[in-house]
C-alpha cells in the first residue's frame, strides 16, 4: 500500500531563511502529489499539487516542490521564511492503488525563530 | 462566500455513546469527504460522498457511517464510541471527484471521547 514519510516533525529556521521540508512516498507508478498547510486553529489549504508536466510546482505563498520520481520524493521548498508561516505542512499522495484517496504524511510542524 | 462549516466545533462525549457529525460544503460544491486526524498525524480518509452516493471508504469500522442530503450537506455517524475514536473531523468539500478539483477543508470538529 502507499505510504507518505515526513522525516521530520519540527523544522526550527530562522526568519528570512530558506526552508527545506522533505517528504518521500513508496510508490512511483503515476501518482499525484500534494502539499498542504494548515495554521493554527484552522482547516487545511492546499499550497501546491502536482499531477503531470513540469517537475517543478509552484504554489501560493512563495513555495514551490520538486518531483523527483527517481528519488520517490516531493520536498517543498521557500527562499526566505516569514513569521507568518508558522504552521503544520502535511504532504498527501494519491494513485490508482489508493483509489485515488489521498494518503497523508504525519506532519511537519515549522517554526519561525525571530 | 461562506467556506466549508462544521458543527458542532467540541463535543464531549462518553465511551459507548453515539455522536454525529455535520457538515455544509461550499456552495455548488457536490462532494464531500471526511477525514479524521488524530493528535500529531495526518488525516485518515473515512468516506467520500457525490451526488447523495457513497464514492469511497477507507480502512473505518462500521461504526462509522455517512450520508449526503439533497442539499449537499453530510452528517457523520460513530456508534459505540471508543477512547480511540478522540480525534479532530474534519470535512471537505469540492466540485466534483476528479483529481483536478481542489479540495476545500472546515475547520473541523474536535471530538473527546471520555
Known amino acids: 500500500a502507499q505510504s507518505v514519510t515526513q522525516l521530520d516533525s519540527q523544522v526550527p529556521v530562522f526568519e528570512e531563511a530558506p526552508v527545506e521540508l522533505r517528504c518521500n512516498y513508496s510508490?512511483?507508478?503515476?501518482?499525484?502529489l500534494f502539499w498542504y498547510v494548515q495554521y493554527p486553529n484552522q482547516g487545511l489549504q492546499l499550497l501546491l499539487k502536482?499531477?503531470?508536466?513540469s517537475t517543478l510546482v509552484k504554489g501560493i505563498n512563495g513555495f514551490e516542490a520538486e518531483f523527483n520520481k527517481s528519488q520517490t520524493s516531493f520536498h517543498l521548498r521557500k527562499p526566505s521564511v516569514h513569521i507568518s508561516d508558522t504552521a503544520v505542512y502535511f504532504c498527501a499522495v494519491s494513485d490508482l492503488r489508493s483509489n485515488y484517496q489521498l494518503i497523508w504524511g504525519a506532519g511537519t510542524k515549522l517554526i519561525i525563530k525571530p | 462566500d461562506a467556506g466549508v462549516t462544521q458543527s458542532p466545533t467540541h463535543l464531549i462525549k462518553t465511551r459507548g455513546q453515539h455522536v454525529t457529525l455535520r457538515c455544509s460544503p461550499i456552495?455548488?460544491?457536490?462532494?464531500v469527504s471526511w477525514y479524521q486526524q488524530v493528535l500529531g498525524q495526518g488525516p485518515q480518509f473515512i468516506f467520500q460522498y457525490y451526488e447523495k452516493e457513497e464514492r469511497g471508504r477507507g480502512n473505518f469500522p462500521d461504526r462509522f457511517s455517512a450520508r449526503q442530503f439533497p442539499n449537499y450537506s453530510s452528517e457523520l455517524n460513530v456508534n459505540a464510541l471508543l477512547l480511540g475514536d478522540s480525534a479532530l473531523y474534519l470535512c471537505a468539500s469540492s466540485q466534483s471527484t476528479g483529481l483536478n478539483t481542489e479540495a476545500f477543508f472546515g475547520q473541523g470538529t474536535r471530538l473527546t471521547v471520555v
Open positions: 456552495s455548488g460544491h457536490k462532494s
Open positions: 510508490s512511483s507508478v503515476s501518482v499525484y
Open positions: 502536482y499531477l503531470s508536466g
